[in-house]
């Protein structure tokens, strides 16, 4: 059995699809390199691999699987050859059959790896949103708040009822920019 692992970016959204009764995913990861030839001139390509995933039931990963999102995947490979109706050229293209998938970040990323609290420590959170600072309020380099409960897990986006507004020591007005929001009340880094 052929075997290969592939880590790119989604180049459109994942889409369900069905052939004979079957449901499955089907995406397309850009896997680009840069290298230097030489004479120091940099050089930059890219190669696309199609890839499908079973989807009867479709994974709950599928509602991820967005455009320009990080992805590690591994599977069985088939290789074709097809022609090219642009240039008239024989090709060659590789389609993995995903049997392990793994997100690795990216554009999706809710809560920034690295918050400040109001002295401007830097605290690390982790994937899974976590830190080890508990019951307060951090804040994003941009100055965005964002709450921590009272076990140390990172709320995204919080809001309370009663306003609306972001949950944190004071959040800004309509009319306020966050750049007023950092000078009155977040620290400045």
Partial sequence: MLQATCIGYLGAD?????????????????????????NGQEHDTTIWVDATMNANPVPKVFEYLKKGTLVFISGAVRLRVYSSEKDRCMKAGMTIHVRNIELLGGQTDVVPRRLY?????????????????????LYS???????????G???PNPTTPADGQPAGDTAPSDNQTNVDHAANDAPTF
Avoid: C, L
């Fill in 14 to 38: 994942a889409q369900v699809k069905a052939d004979n009764g079957q449901q499955f995913i089907t995406m397309r990861i850009a896997h680009s390199e840069r290298y230097t030839d030489r």
């Fill in 117 to 137: 609290d109001s002295n401007g420590v830097q605290h690390d959170v982790t994937k899974f949103y976590y830190t080890d600072v508990k019951s307060t309020t």
């Fill in 141 to 151: 380099q941009s100055a965005t708040p964002f709450a921590v409960d009272d076990k």
């Fill in 153 to 155: 897990w990172v709320i």
